[in-house]
């Protein structure tokens, strides 16, 4: 079974400084990774997807992240925030083969709060 | 041009009460699923459905019964509403294509209040 654990609740980071929300994952077998980002009282929107090939994959709003397969990770990143960045975000897995196949497992989410 | 709808948005009831939740997507995509949100945010897979069959079913009590139409809609119809049922109900797609895997597509939820 797979499980996705999101090691920080709560981020909270000034405007224009970096950020990295973390995402740690397990499985048995090789998976598919995302994050979404939550808006306050909106649906779900994709930030970025890892399918396959570079570990380093950009998505919208100037965000990436990095498939470390060794470590089992897959964090977000920002190198400058703005205050419109402010949502909860969650990372997500799916697995590439077996009965979870299709199935999205999210993590605990974490709210990032971008202060002026 | 709405890719993934709800309807509704907001559904307040009563405990004991039956209520569906509708949602259709004009992706032309053949997967669908439902997804509960509780009040810490955690958000868990509930069904999924591939062109009208049910493929995933976690545990969740039989009062939830889903029902897919045609591939385009996907249902929820919940018997004798429980406190513990109110959450965010979200609906999902996603096209199911071989030697591909698409991410889901998300719709903007239904907020479900059983009082």
């Known amino acids: ?116 | 041009d709405t890719a993934v709808s709800q309807t509704p948005k907001y559904l307040v009831t009563q405990m004991g009460n039956d209520k569906s939740i509708k949602c259709e997507q004009n992706l032309g995509h053949d997967t669908m699923y439902w997804y509960k949100q509780d009040s810490k945010k955690f958000l868990k897979i509930m069904f999924s459905y591939n062109n009208k069959e049910l493929i995933i079913n976690e545990t969740v009590p039989n009062r939830f019964s889903p029902k897919s139409p045609d591939k385009a809609h996907l249902n929820l119809h919940i018997n004798s509403l429980e406190l513990g049922d109110s959450a965010v109900y979200f609906c999902a797609s996603r096209p199911t294509l071989a030697g591909a895997f698409y991410e889901q597509y998300f719709g903007p939820g239904t907020r479900l209040t059983v009082t």
């Open chain 1, 1 to 116: 079974a797979q499980s996705v654990t999101q090691l920080d609740s709560q981020v909270p980071v000034f405007e224009e400084a970096p950020v990295e929300l973390r995402c740690n994952y397990s499985s048995s077998v090789s998976v598919y990774l995302f994050w979404y980002v939550q808006y306050p009282n909106q649906g779900l929107q994709l930030l970025l997807k890892y399918l396959s090939g570079s570990t380093l994959v950009k998505g919208i709003n100037g965000f990436e992240a990095e498939f470390n397969k060794s470590q089992t990770s897959f964090h977000l990143r920002k190198p400058s925030v703005h205050i419109s960045d402010t949502a909860e975000y969650f990372c997500a897995v799916s697995e590439s083969r077996g009965t979870s196949y299709g199935k999205l497992t999210f993590g605990q989410g974490t709210i990032l709060t971008v202060h002026p």
